[in-house]
Protein backbone atom coordinates (compact mmCIF):
# COMPACT_ATOMS: atom_id res chain seq x y z
CA UNK A 1 0.00 0.00 0.00
CA UNK A 2 2.78 2.39 1.14
CA UNK A 3 4.14 1.24 -2.57
CA UNK A 4 1.59 2.08 -4.72
CA UNK A 5 0.81 5.62 -2.55
CA UNK A 6 4.44 7.25 -2.98
CA UNK A 7 4.36 6.18 -6.83
CA UNK A 8 0.75 7.92 -7.02
CA UNK A 9 1.66 10.72 -5.27
CA UNK A 10 4.77 11.38 -6.82
CA UNK A 11 3.12 11.24 -10.15
CA UNK A 12 1.26 13.97 -8.81
CA UNK A 13 3.50 16.33 -7.01
CA UNK A 14 7.25 17.24 -7.17
CA UNK A 15 7.59 17.07 -3.66
CA UNK A 16 10.71 14.91 -1.59
CA UNK A 17 7.92 13.52 1.13
CA UNK A 18 6.87 10.73 -1.13
CA UNK A 19 10.38 9.71 -1.60
CA UNK A 20 11.84 10.57 2.27
CA UNK A 21 8.46 8.46 3.44
CA UNK A 22 9.31 5.32 1.35
CA UNK A 23 13.24 5.66 2.31
CA UNK A 24 12.25 5.81 6.22
CA UNK A 25 9.98 3.19 6.25
CA UNK A 26 13.03 0.91 4.25
CA UNK A 27 15.76 2.01 6.57
CA UNK A 28 13.46 0.45 9.10
CA UNK A 29 13.08 -3.11 7.23
CA UNK A 30 16.87 -2.60 6.46
CA UNK A 31 17.18 -2.43 10.86
CA UNK A 32 15.33 -4.96 11.17
CA UNK A 33 17.06 -7.32 9.06
CA UNK A 34 19.96 -6.35 10.54
CA UNK A 35 18.57 -7.57 14.07
CA UNK A 36 17.01 -10.43 12.58
CA UNK A 37 20.97 -10.96 10.71
CA UNK A 38 22.70 -10.79 14.33
CA UNK A 39 20.14 -12.08 16.51
CA UNK A 40 18.59 -15.30 14.95
CA UNK A 41 20.48 -15.98 12.00
CA UNK A 42 19.26 -19.04 11.50
CA UNK A 43 16.09 -17.32 10.51
CA UNK A 44 16.48 -16.76 6.88
CA UNK A 45 12.80 -16.61 6.39
CA UNK A 46 12.60 -13.13 8.75
CA UNK A 47 15.83 -11.84 6.78
CA UNK A 48 14.36 -12.57 3.36
CA UNK A 49 10.79 -10.88 4.33
CA UNK A 50 12.41 -7.37 5.59
CA UNK A 51 15.62 -7.69 3.09
CA UNK A 52 12.71 -7.92 0.14
CA UNK A 53 10.56 -5.65 1.06
CA UNK A 54 13.37 -2.90 2.18
CA UNK A 55 15.25 -3.35 -1.00
CA UNK A 56 11.56 -2.65 -2.86
CA UNK A 57 11.05 0.47 -0.43
CA UNK A 58 14.66 1.91 -1.04
CA UNK A 59 14.31 1.48 -4.77
CA UNK A 60 10.78 3.43 -4.91
CA UNK A 61 12.11 6.01 -2.43
CA UNK A 62 15.37 6.25 -4.93
CA UNK A 63 13.87 6.54 -7.93
CA UNK A 64 11.42 9.07 -6.53
CA UNK A 65 14.31 11.36 -5.39
CA UNK A 66 14.95 13.23 -8.67
CA UNK A 67 12.80 16.13 -9.22
CA UNK A 68 11.18 15.94 -12.24
CA UNK A 69 8.52 14.20 -14.32
CA UNK A 70 8.79 10.19 -13.81
CA UNK A 71 10.63 8.84 -16.46
CA UNK A 72 13.70 6.57 -18.00
CA UNK A 73 16.24 8.24 -16.12
CA UNK A 74 14.33 7.46 -12.62
CA UNK A 75 13.26 3.84 -13.64
CA UNK A 76 17.09 3.34 -14.05
CA UNK A 77 17.88 4.61 -10.61
CA UNK A 78 15.32 2.34 -8.67
CA UNK A 79 16.36 -0.55 -11.02
CA UNK A 80 20.26 -0.11 -10.40
CA UNK A 81 19.29 0.01 -6.48
CA UNK A 82 16.64 -3.45 -6.78
CA UNK A 83 19.92 -5.07 -8.36
CA UNK A 84 22.48 -4.07 -6.08
CA UNK A 85 20.09 -5.13 -3.09
CA UNK A 86 19.13 -8.77 -4.46
CA UNK A 87 22.54 -9.29 -4.85
CA UNK A 88 23.62 -8.41 -0.94
CA UNK A 89 20.59 -10.86 0.01
CA UNK A 90 21.55 -13.30 -2.26
CA UNK A 91 25.25 -13.17 -0.94
CA UNK A 92 24.12 -13.10 2.48
CA UNK A 93 21.70 -16.29 2.63
CA UNK A 94 23.75 -18.39 0.25
CA UNK A 95 20.58 -20.49 -0.58
CA UNK A 96 20.21 -22.53 -3.44
CA UNK A 97 16.37 -21.54 -4.30
CA UNK A 98 17.07 -17.61 -2.87
CA UNK A 99 19.86 -17.72 -5.39
CA UNK A 100 17.42 -18.75 -7.87
CA UNK A 101 15.64 -16.04 -7.16
CA UNK A 102 17.77 -13.10 -7.04
CA UNK A 103 19.21 -14.63 -10.46
CA UNK A 104 15.96 -13.70 -11.83
CA UNK A 105 15.45 -10.58 -10.46
CA UNK A 106 18.71 -9.27 -11.38
CA UNK A 107 18.03 -10.66 -14.88
CA UNK A 108 14.39 -8.96 -15.39
CA UNK A 109 16.31 -5.50 -13.43
CA UNK A 110 19.26 -5.42 -15.48
CA UNK A 111 17.73 -5.71 -18.93
CA UNK A 112 15.04 -2.96 -17.62
CA UNK A 113 17.59 -1.26 -16.93
CA UNK A 114 19.35 -1.12 -20.32
CA UNK A 115 15.85 -0.22 -22.07
CA UNK A 116 15.52 2.26 -19.22
CA UNK A 117 19.45 3.87 -20.13
CA UNK A 118 18.72 3.56 -23.68
CA UNK A 119 15.52 5.64 -23.20
CA UNK A 120 17.65 8.53 -21.62
CA UNK A 121 19.28 9.10 -24.61
CA UNK A 122 17.63 8.41 -27.39
CA UNK A 123 13.37 8.41 -28.43
CA UNK A 124 13.55 5.02 -29.87
CA UNK A 125 10.36 3.34 -30.76
CA UNK A 126 9.07 0.06 -28.72
CA UNK A 127 9.29 -2.16 -30.97
CA UNK A 128 12.82 -1.24 -31.87
CA UNK A 129 13.52 -2.21 -28.09
CA UNK A 130 11.86 -4.98 -28.23
CA UNK A 131 13.68 -6.77 -31.40
CA UNK A 132 16.74 -5.99 -29.40
CA UNK A 133 15.49 -7.42 -26.47
CA UNK A 134 14.60 -10.31 -27.88
CA UNK A 135 17.74 -10.69 -29.69
CA UNK A 136 19.60 -10.30 -26.29
CA UNK A 137 17.59 -12.61 -24.60
CA UNK A 138 18.54 -15.78 -27.35
CA UNK A 139 22.04 -14.27 -26.45
CA UNK A 140 21.63 -14.61 -22.41
CA UNK A 141 20.39 -18.19 -23.03
CA UNK A 142 23.61 -18.95 -25.44
CA UNK A 143 25.43 -17.84 -22.38
CA UNK A 144 23.85 -18.77 -19.71
CA UNK A 145 26.15 -21.77 -18.16
CA UNK A 146 29.36 -20.01 -19.08
CA UNK A 147 27.27 -17.24 -16.98
CA UNK A 148 26.71 -19.69 -14.62
CA UNK A 149 30.60 -21.05 -13.72
CA UNK A 150 31.61 -17.30 -13.61
CA UNK A 151 29.38 -16.76 -10.86
CA UNK A 152 30.44 -19.74 -9.09
CA UNK A 153 33.54 -19.20 -10.00
CA UNK A 154 33.89 -22.85 -11.42
CA UNK A 155 37.33 -22.60 -13.89
CA UNK A 156 37.64 -24.62 -16.85
CA UNK A 157 40.35 -27.31 -16.93
CA UNK A 158 43.74 -26.09 -17.52
CA UNK A 159 46.42 -28.34 -19.46
CA UNK A 160 49.38 -25.93 -18.96
CA UNK A 161 51.92 -28.81 -20.95
CA UNK A 162 50.72 -31.26 -23.41
CA UNK A 163 53.96 -33.78 -21.80
CA UNK A 164 52.06 -33.63 -18.17
CA UNK A 165 54.88 -31.74 -16.41
CA UNK A 166 52.16 -29.60 -14.94
CA UNK A 167 50.48 -32.67 -13.19
CA UNK A 168 53.17 -35.06 -12.63
CA UNK A 169 56.07 -34.29 -9.98
CA UNK A 170 58.45 -36.07 -7.68
CA UNK A 171 61.17 -35.03 -5.46
CA UNK A 172 64.59 -34.36 -5.54
CA UNK A 173 66.43 -37.69 -5.62
CA UNK A 174 63.41 -40.09 -6.10
CA UNK A 175 63.52 -43.24 -8.46
CA UNK A 176 61.30 -42.49 -11.85
CA UNK A 177 59.12 -45.28 -11.42
CA UNK A 178 58.68 -44.47 -7.66
CA UNK A 179 55.15 -43.07 -6.38
CA UNK A 180 55.20 -41.64 -3.08
CA UNK A 181 51.98 -40.77 -1.50
CA UNK A 182 51.26 -37.11 -0.47
CA UNK A 183 50.81 -37.02 3.09
CA UNK A 184 48.35 -34.93 5.40
CA UNK A 185 51.35 -32.13 5.97
CA UNK A 186 52.51 -31.72 2.43
CA UNK A 187 48.28 -31.27 1.66
CA UNK A 188 48.80 -28.26 3.60
CA UNK A 189 51.78 -26.85 2.58
CA UNK A 190 50.73 -24.70 -0.83
CA UNK A 191 54.26 -24.25 -2.02
CA UNK A 192 55.05 -28.07 -2.44
CA UNK A 193 54.62 -29.43 -5.79
CA UNK A 194 53.30 -32.08 -4.51
CA UNK A 195 50.09 -30.86 -3.26
CA UNK A 196 46.64 -31.66 -4.26
CA UNK A 197 44.93 -28.75 -5.58
CA UNK A 198 41.61 -31.11 -6.63
CA UNK A 199 38.62 -29.81 -5.05
CA UNK A 200 36.73 -32.38 -2.73
CA UNK A 201 33.44 -33.70 -3.33
CA UNK A 202 31.88 -31.22 -0.87
CA UNK A 203 33.13 -28.21 -3.05
CA UNK A 204 32.31 -29.80 -6.45
CA UNK A 205 28.91 -30.54 -5.23
CA UNK A 206 28.08 -26.75 -3.81
CA UNK A 207 29.11 -25.88 -6.77
CA UNK A 208 27.26 -27.57 -8.62
CA UNK A 209 24.11 -26.82 -6.79
CA UNK A 210 25.59 -22.78 -7.56
CA UNK A 211 25.52 -22.86 -11.02
CA UNK A 212 22.08 -25.02 -11.12
CA UNK A 213 20.50 -22.42 -9.06
CA UNK A 214 22.10 -19.63 -11.01
CA UNK A 215 21.07 -21.46 -14.60
CA UNK A 216 17.50 -21.59 -13.26
CA UNK A 217 17.47 -18.33 -12.15
CA UNK A 218 18.42 -16.45 -15.76
CA UNK A 219 16.19 -19.07 -17.44
CA UNK A 220 13.15 -17.75 -15.39
CA UNK A 221 14.35 -13.81 -15.78
CA UNK A 222 14.31 -14.65 -19.82
CA UNK A 223 11.67 -16.28 -19.75
CA UNK A 224 9.56 -13.59 -17.78
CA UNK A 225 10.34 -10.64 -20.02
CA UNK A 226 9.89 -12.69 -22.88
CA UNK A 227 5.99 -11.91 -23.33
CA UNK A 228 6.70 -8.52 -22.82
CA UNK A 229 9.15 -8.35 -25.46
CA UNK A 230 6.90 -10.40 -27.99
CA UNK A 231 4.00 -8.11 -27.23
CA UNK A 232 6.41 -4.76 -28.17
CA UNK A 233 7.13 -6.07 -31.53
CA UNK A 234 4.46 -7.61 -32.72
CA UNK A 235 2.09 -4.65 -35.27
CA UNK A 236 -1.14 -5.77 -36.05
CA UNK A 237 -2.68 -4.37 -39.17
CA UNK A 238 0.94 -2.45 -40.54
CA UNK A 239 2.34 -2.91 -43.26
CA UNK A 240 5.22 -4.83 -41.94
CA UNK A 241 3.39 -7.20 -39.54
CA UNK A 242 4.01 -10.39 -41.20
CA UNK A 243 7.73 -9.74 -40.47
CA UNK A 244 7.62 -8.93 -36.96
CA UNK A 245 5.40 -12.33 -37.01
CA UNK A 246 8.46 -13.98 -38.15
CA UNK A 247 10.52 -12.15 -36.09
CA UNK A 248 8.70 -13.19 -32.98
CA UNK A 249 8.15 -16.70 -33.92
CA UNK A 250 11.26 -17.89 -34.91
CA UNK A 251 12.38 -16.38 -31.27
CA UNK A 252 9.48 -18.83 -29.57
CA UNK A 253 10.72 -21.65 -31.58
CA UNK A 254 14.47 -21.01 -30.58
CA UNK A 255 12.96 -20.49 -26.96
CA UNK A 256 11.35 -23.97 -27.54
CA UNK A 257 14.52 -26.05 -29.12
CA UNK A 258 17.16 -24.50 -26.59
CA UNK A 259 15.40 -26.18 -23.60
CA UNK A 260 16.83 -29.26 -24.73
CA UNK A 261 20.10 -27.83 -24.21
CA UNK A 262 19.81 -27.86 -20.07
CA UNK A 263 19.75 -31.28 -18.04
CA UNK A 264 17.57 -29.57 -15.32
CA UNK A 265 13.71 -29.63 -15.98
CA UNK A 266 13.43 -26.58 -14.26
CA UNK A 267 15.42 -24.62 -17.04
CA UNK A 268 13.79 -26.63 -19.55
CA UNK A 269 10.35 -25.83 -18.21
CA UNK A 270 11.17 -22.62 -17.34
CA UNK A 271 11.84 -22.01 -21.06
CA UNK A 272 9.16 -23.60 -23.09
CA UNK A 273 6.95 -22.14 -20.45
CA UNK A 274 7.99 -18.61 -20.83
CA UNK A 275 7.81 -19.62 -24.50
CA UNK A 276 4.34 -20.53 -24.33
CA UNK A 277 2.98 -17.24 -22.65
CA UNK A 278 4.61 -14.85 -25.36
CA UNK A 279 2.66 -17.31 -28.22
CA UNK A 280 -0.68 -16.37 -25.56
CA UNK A 281 0.26 -13.03 -25.49
CA UNK A 282 0.68 -12.59 -29.23
CA UNK A 283 -2.64 -13.80 -29.94
CA UNK A 284 -4.08 -11.75 -27.45
CA UNK A 285 -3.01 -8.82 -28.96
CA UNK A 286 -4.38 -10.13 -32.18
CA UNK A 287 -7.35 -10.44 -30.82
CA UNK A 288 -7.61 -7.32 -28.88
CA UNK A 289 -6.49 -5.63 -32.05
CA UNK A 290 -9.26 -6.72 -34.86
CA UNK A 291 -12.72 -5.69 -35.35
CA UNK A 292 -15.03 -6.18 -31.99
CA UNK A 293 -16.94 -9.64 -33.36
CA UNK A 294 -17.66 -13.03 -31.79
CA UNK A 295 -15.59 -14.74 -34.76
CA UNK A 296 -12.24 -12.52 -35.10
CA UNK A 297 -12.35 -11.55 -31.51
CA UNK A 298 -12.99 -14.69 -29.63
CA UNK A 299 -13.32 -18.19 -31.59
CA UNK A 300 -9.98 -18.15 -33.85
CA UNK A 301 -7.62 -16.84 -30.75
CA UNK A 302 -9.24 -19.75 -28.63
CA UNK A 303 -9.25 -22.19 -31.72
CA UNK A 304 -5.33 -21.40 -31.97
CA UNK A 305 -4.36 -21.38 -28.53
CA UNK A 306 -6.00 -24.73 -28.02
CA UNK A 307 -4.02 -26.32 -30.82
CA UNK A 308 -1.14 -24.88 -29.59
CA UNK A 309 -1.25 -26.74 -26.24
CA UNK A 310 -2.90 -29.64 -28.02
CA UNK A 311 0.42 -29.54 -30.17
CA UNK A 312 2.49 -28.93 -26.78
CA UNK A 313 0.89 -31.84 -24.86
CA UNK A 314 1.51 -34.36 -27.41
CA UNK A 315 5.31 -33.50 -27.84
CA UNK A 316 5.63 -33.75 -24.21
CA UNK A 317 3.85 -37.50 -24.30
CA UNK A 318 6.07 -38.46 -27.25
CA UNK A 319 9.14 -36.96 -27.17
CA UNK A 320 10.76 -37.77 -23.94
CA UNK A 321 9.84 -41.58 -24.32
CA UNK A 322 10.81 -41.90 -27.70
CA UNK A 323 14.55 -43.11 -29.30
CA UNK A 324 15.35 -40.72 -31.98
CA UNK A 325 17.55 -41.21 -34.83
CA UNK A 326 20.89 -39.13 -35.36
CA UNK A 327 19.59 -38.11 -38.59
CA UNK A 328 16.48 -36.61 -37.19
CA UNK A 329 18.35 -35.09 -34.12
CA UNK A 330 20.90 -33.82 -36.75
CA UNK A 331 17.82 -32.35 -38.74
CA UNK A 332 16.46 -30.26 -35.33
CA UNK A 333 19.84 -28.74 -34.81
CA UNK A 334 20.14 -27.54 -38.69
CA UNK A 335 17.14 -26.39 -38.09
CA UNK A 336 17.79 -24.55 -35.28
CA UNK A 337 20.76 -23.06 -37.05
CA UNK A 338 18.55 -21.76 -40.28
CA UNK A 339 16.66 -20.25 -37.85
CA UNK A 340 18.10 -18.33 -36.23
CA UNK A 341 20.11 -17.22 -39.35
CA UNK A 342 16.87 -15.99 -40.67
CA UNK A 343 16.20 -14.31 -37.40
CA UNK A 344 18.66 -11.76 -37.77
CA UNK A 345 18.43 -10.21 -40.83
CA UNK A 346 14.66 -9.79 -40.23
CA UNK A 347 15.29 -8.73 -37.22
CA UNK A 348 17.33 -6.09 -38.67
CA UNK A 349 14.87 -5.03 -41.59
CA UNK A 350 12.17 -4.77 -38.64
CA UNK A 351 14.16 -2.10 -37.03
CA UNK A 352 15.32 -0.41 -39.44
CA UNK A 353 18.65 -1.17 -39.59
CA UNK A 354 19.18 -1.69 -43.25
CA UNK A 355 17.38 1.49 -44.41
CA UNK A 356 19.73 3.28 -41.58
CA UNK A 357 22.72 1.93 -43.12
CA UNK A 358 21.35 3.08 -46.92
CA UNK A 359 20.19 6.72 -46.01
Not at 80 to 101: H, M
Not at 142 to 157: E, F, I, K
Request: net charge positive; charged share 10%.
Amino acid sequence: MVLALTLRTRTITDSPVPAAMAGGIGVLLVIGALVVWWGWRERRDLFSGFGWLAVVLLAVAAACAPPGALGAAHALIGLVVVVLGAITIGVATRKRWQTAVVTAVVTVCGILAAVAAVRMFRPVSMQVLAICVLVGLLVLIRMTPTVALWVARVRPPHFGSITGRDLFARRAGMPVDTVAPVSEADADDEDNELTDITARGTAIAASARLVNAVQVGMCVGVSLVLPAAVWGVLTPRQPWAWLALLVAGLTVGLFITQGRGFAAKYQAVALVCGASAAVCAGVLKYALDTPKGVQTGLLWPAIFVAAFAALGLAVALVVPATRFRPIIRLTVEWLEVLAMIALLPAAAALGGLFAWLRH
